[in-house]
């Protein structure tokens, strides 16, 4: 089975600051891992996601996140936040050959100008 | 295409009532699940199905059932409803299990009292 913990329940930052929000899983199997994004009063949506390959990984809006396979980790970073991107953060994570993704807590950020 | 549709938006019950949330795609995916949300908890995966006739149970199924009669529609009916019950509920689909993205759809807001 697996599972994941957001270490961090909210995140306030000012607005161009940099942002990191962090992300650990447990696996027994090798996984696939998922950033989604939920802007307030939507569902969620992708962000980004590592499947295999480079562990360095980007969405269209700036946004990173790197695989670590030995620190079972997979934290989300932004050089420059702007107002648009406060919303709920999940990670999210899938056993390969396995049927079921399984989220963690979410991380609420909220940019301050 | 209209993506994850979800029926309806809000819902007030009493406890011991039933209903039935409504969940469709048009994207001819495969893979459904139902997700609810609730504060400090993120996603909790509750009923899946990996095609037509085919489902199984997630993380809390317990007071929830689901049938797949098409690839369309995935229905999650609640028998007797609990204020224990109250959250919001996501509807989500995907080409396959694993690493493909899901979309969701926007969202039934619960409220059992």
């Known amino acids: 089975a697996q599972s994941v913990t957001q270490l961090d329940s909210q995140v306030p930052v000012f607005e161009e600051a940099p942002v990191e929000l962090r992300c650990n899983y447990s696996?027994?199997?090798?996984?696939?891992l998922f950033w989604y994004v939920q802007y307030p009063n939507q569902g969620l949506q992708l962000l980004l996601k590592?499947?295999?390959?480079?562990?360095l990984v980007e969405s269209i809006n700036g946004f990173e996140a790197e695989f670590n396979k030995s620190q079972t980790s997979f934290h989300l970073r932004k050089p420059s936040v702007h107002i648009s991107d406060t919303a709920e953060y999940f990670c999210?994570?899938?056993?390969?050959?396995?049927?079921?993704?399984?989220f963690g807590q979410g991380t609420r950020l909220t940019i301050n100008p | 295409n209209a993506g994850v549709t979800q029926t309806p938006k809000f819902q007030v019950l009493k406890t011991g009532q039933s209903m039935t949330l409504q969940c469709a795609q048009d994207?001819?995916?495969?893979?459904m699940s139902w997700y609810r949300q609730d504060p400090g908890m993120g996603l909790r995966l509750i009923h899946y199905?990996?095609?037509?006739?085919?489902?199984d149970q997630g993380e809390v199924p317990n007071g929830y059932n689901v049938s797949r009669s098409t690839t369309e529609d995935f229905p999650l009916r609640l028998l007797s409803a609990a204020p224990s019950q109250t959250s919001v509920y996501f509807c989500?689909?995907?080409?396959?299990?694993?690493?493909?993205?899901?979309?969701f759809g926007p969202g039934t807001r619960l409220t059992v009292t």
């Open positions: 989500a689909s995907s080409y396959q299990a694993g690493p493909y993205e899901q979309y």
């Open positions: 696996s027994s199997v090798s996984v696939y």
């Open positions: 590592y499947l295999s390959g480079s562990t």
């Open positions: 999210a994570v899938s056993g390969k050959g396995a049927q079921k993704l399984v």
């Open positions: 994207m001819n995916h495969e893979y």
């Open positions: 199905s990996v095609g037509a006739g085919i489902t």
